[in-house]
């Protein structure tokens, strides 16, 4: 069974992203490059060219991108730019539709970008970038197929 984008939803605050086209969560690692000194029994020249990786933090991105609609009912670019303007941080949510109160991953998140865009003869559409204040709760279970 695959899963189907339009299953999976992102709220801000409690409401549901209205209009939302896409949104995407990247799972980011920090690392630091180790090098140390080779064991005497191993050739000099082969492993001194091999590091080590030291894992010195985890972030999450959220990503979400939408059509403005001026009669919208959930969350829409103006809550995004009011929540933007005072650079406040804001609980997200994405879960699947018809399990909000389950939600894959939930934390509190910064607005790192926020965009507008307009072009002639098209749809007047908005993109938002979170990056996580802390660490979110992700409850990986939820990802798989059978349980989501």
Known sequence: ?????????V?????AFGHCTSHTASF???TKDTAVKPLSSVPH????????????GLSVQVKAEGIVFEGETE????????????????????FERENDQTPYLTGSFVITSLEHASPA??????NATFDNDGAPDIDETKFDINSV
């Open 11 to 15: 709220s801000l605050d409690g409401k």
């Open 45 to 56: 020249a082969e492993a001194a060219k091999f590091k080590s990786k030291i894992v010195t």
């Open 121 to 126: 003869g098209d749809d007047t559409t908005w």
């Open 28 to 30: 980011n690692t920090e």
């Open 75 to 94: 969350s829409s670019f103006k809550s995004l730019l009011a929540k933007w303007k005072v650079g406040g941080v804001v609980t997200l949510n994405l």
């Open 1 to 9: 069974m695959y899963k189907q984008g339009n299953d999976l939803l």
